[in-house]
Every structure is written in C-alpha cells, then in structure tokens.
C-alpha cells in the first residue's frame, strides 16, 4: 500500500485507537474521523493496530525507557509499529511519517522519542522477539481472560480458536431463493471473474472480499451478505408453510430475509432501536420480502403481542460476539470476563419471556455468535431445567450446537427447544 504522506493517517489513528483503548467503539469512532485523503491508511492502521493489540502493546512497553502513558503518544507508538511489521509501507518512510505525526499530534518534544523507539524495533528484531515471547497477550493477541477461558473450554483446539480470532474473515454470500439458485448465480460469479466456491445450498464463500456494489444482482435482491454460520439459522427453525414465525432480536434483518426466502410463512420482526428497524425495513424491500416489523423490546410483552402464540421463533439474542471477533478487532479488548454473567443474565430474560409466547408443540431457536459456553450450553441447560415443558431437540441439519471459527465460518451457537403440549 502506497499512501502519502502517512503522517496525517498515523495521527488520525492514534486519536481513534486512543479513544478505542478508553473504551468506545471503532465503528463509532471511525464515523468521526472521515480524513478523505487518508481513508484507506486510516481502516488499515486502526484495524491492523488492534487486532494485533497485544503484540504492539508489549514491544512499546519492552522499547520505552520513559512514561508512555500519554493518551496520544503511545498510540501513535503502536500504530506506528503495526505499520513496521505489516510490511505495507517502506520502514523509512514509517519512521519519517511518525515523527512528523508527532507535531500534528502537538507532541513536538517527543519527535527524538518516537525516533528512538521505532528505530530499536527495527534493530532489535530477535531479540525483541525473546523478550516479549512469554506474554500471552502479545503471543495470541487476546486478552489473558478471554485466553484462559477458551484454554479451559477448548483445551484440545483453543489456539485455533485464537488463530481463528485474528485472521481476516471471511466473506459468504446467501443467493435470494425465490430469485435463484446457488449453482447459477456460481456461474454469473465466474463470468465476471469473481472466484467463489459452494458451501452447500445456496450458499458461497467468495475467494476474496469485495464491495457489495460490486456483485451481480446485489440491488436487484438476487444476492446477500451472510456468514454461513449465520445461514444456519432458518434450516434449523423447521420451518413449515403457514406457520407465525417470530424473530425477536431481528436486526440487521438477515437471519429474517433468509426465513422468508426460503418458507412461505408469516413473519414478526422485532428490534428495539428505530434506526435498526429502518435498516431492517430497506433490507428487506430490496430482497422484495414482507414482514410485520415492530420497534420494541422483546421481553416487554405487552407492548408488541396480542396473545396469538407463535409456531416458531427465532431468539438471536444479544452475546459476547466472540466467534465474530474477527470482525470487529476491537470487541475482544473491549469485553470484560464479568460481560459473561451480564451477558447470560439478559439471555436468560429474553429466553423466559418468549417462552410465553410460543405455542405447544412450538419449537424456539435460541442463537449466539459467541464461543462461549456460559452463554450457550450454560443458559440452555439451565432454561430446559427450569422449564419441565422444555425439550431440547437435535438440529434438523445433523450438525454440533457450536460450530467454532473457521476458514469458512465465524462462531455460532445454536439450540432448538421445542415446547411440550
């Protein structure tokens, strides 16, 4: 990547990833520093700086003879040493563009500073290596709770999982079913030489990421975005025709389009924000599917059911997001080990007041895209154990409740419960 001058782009980056390190989110604070000229370096110095956070973390602290712990210096340090290794960019001109980032930072005094530091990590190299191997958060670029709970949950695959938590996600489309099939729209993909390979249905997993613009059908609701984790969820709903399905935490909408591409039933999608509902609404007229929408809490019964129990619902509940953590490096530095507790309580919650609203003989889906067992088989097997109506049954597509982050497919929990008449 060519981009110049990289001063103003490190800069802009040590003032989001500053604010990121204190607490708020990327995404929030990416929406605010809209530098035109520095767009593409300020994504790749952002995103690159956090997902290998523990790593650029250790070695400013292993270099730094003074305090570092200037809310702006030392994430211009950080940043500066992501663009250092990610080989994207000439180590000099690294270096040259870091220093001047110092005067657009304010940080004059510090020009000799940051000279020094990124200069000994050029020179150290093995050296520094030795020196910062035995911290697990610069080894596996998680923080040391989430490491030690995927060891105990996972001890046979937990640095996979790792691995899996920093490499670039994958990029899955979901062919609309009532417009197309898997197999053809492969072939329109082909034509305009775009690789993708198929997962089964119609599902693909493209070779390489590209903008949504950009793939044949995408306006015209042949084709959506989707992790094929999370076209699990409409097989594993049973779905049957006529049925009254609920999809109670709906938003963005993709798990609700894909119900309605795939089953001529009628839908009732909830979300509590009326941004995400809009969202939800345009997502949905493109693909040319309809469905009651509502803006409400979904464990506030009264204020959105009128008493009619529902054949099916979906319960995509609020989680952790660690099996999507790849997809948003910032999350996994942002969570807490007590977020789990908070986290499992509110599913709790959410799963107790659906549970009034599904019929006997209903079946509920309850789904996470956490690798989590305290969010999953924890809070479903507490919920069967106090529910004696409560069944657990086997996922209609034969496949494990967890599926773990992989090449193919982000981490994802499902649970099919069915209640007893």
């Not at 020094?116 to 911290?135: H, P, Q």
């Not at 950009?214 to 049957?240: H, T």
């Not at 963005?252 to 509902?277: N, Q």
């Not at 004696?388 to 982050?405: H, K």
Request: hydrophobic share 45%; proline share 5%.
């Amino acid at each position: 990547m060519s981009i110049a001058p990289l001063a103003p782009a490190l800069a802009d980056a040590a003032r989001v990833v500053s604010r990121v390190a204190a607490g708020r989110s990327l995404a929030d604070e990416l929406e605010g520093a809209n530098r035109a000229t520095t767009r593409a370096a300020l994504l790749d110095l952002t995103h690159g700086t956090l997902r290998r956070f523990g790593r650029v973390q250790a070695i400013v602290k292993e270099l730094s003879h003074r305090d570092t712990s200037d809310t702006l210096l030392e994430p211009l340090l950080w940043c500066a040493i992501y663009a250092l290794e990610s080989g994207r960019y000439a180590s000099y001109t690294v270096v040259d563009q870091a220093v001047q980032a110092c005067g657009l930072l304010e940080k004059w005094n510090a020009k000799g500073y940051v000279n020094a530091v990124l200069r000994g990590a050029l020179r150290e190299g093995a050296s520094l290596e030795a020196r910062i191997a035995a911290d697990p958060q610069a080894r596996y670029q998680h923080p040391s709770w989430w490491i030690d709970a995927l060891r105990r949950a996972y001890p046979e695959n937990w640095e996979g999982i790792l691995a899996a938590g920093n490499s670039h996600p994958p990029m899955c489309v979901r062919v609309n079913a009532r417009k197309g099939s898997g197999d053809a729209y492969a072939e329109r993909l082909a034509a305009a030489g775009i690789g993708a390979r198929p997962l089964g249905g119609n599902t693909l997993l493209l070779e390489r990421p590209l903008a949504v613009e950009d793939l044949p059908g995408f306006a015209a609701g042949e084709v959506s975005v989707q992790d094929a984790g999370a076209q699990r969820a409409a097989p594993c709903l049973d779905l049957q025709p006529g049925q009254r399905v609920l999809d109670a935490c709906a938003a963005p909408g993709g798990k609700t389009a894909h119900i309605l591409e795939v089953a001529d039933v009628e839908v009732t999608a909830l979300d509590s924000d009326a941004g995400r509902v809009a969202r939800l609404a345009r997502n949905l007229e493109r693909l040319s599917l309809r469905a009651e929408l509502r803006r409400a809490d979904c464990t506030r019964l009264s204020d959105w059911w009128r008493g009619e129990a529902f054949d099916r619902i979906l319960a995509d509940v609020p989680c952790s997001a660690s099996g999507i953590a790849r997809r948003r490096p910032d999350l996994k530095w942002l969570r807490r080990a007590q977020d789990l507790a908070s986290f499992a309580a509110q599913q709790t919650t959410i799963l107790d007041a659906l549970w009034q609203a599904l019929r006997a003989n209903g079946k509920l889906l309850y789904a996470t895209c956490s690798v989590f067992p305290q969010e999953n088989d924890g809070v479903i097997d507490a919920f069967v154990a106090r529910h004696s109506a409560a069944r657990r049954l086997p996922l209609p597509d034969g496949g494990a409740a967890q599926w773990l982050p992989d090449a193919e497919h982000d981490g994802f929990f499902y649970a099919l419960i069915e209640k007893a008449a």
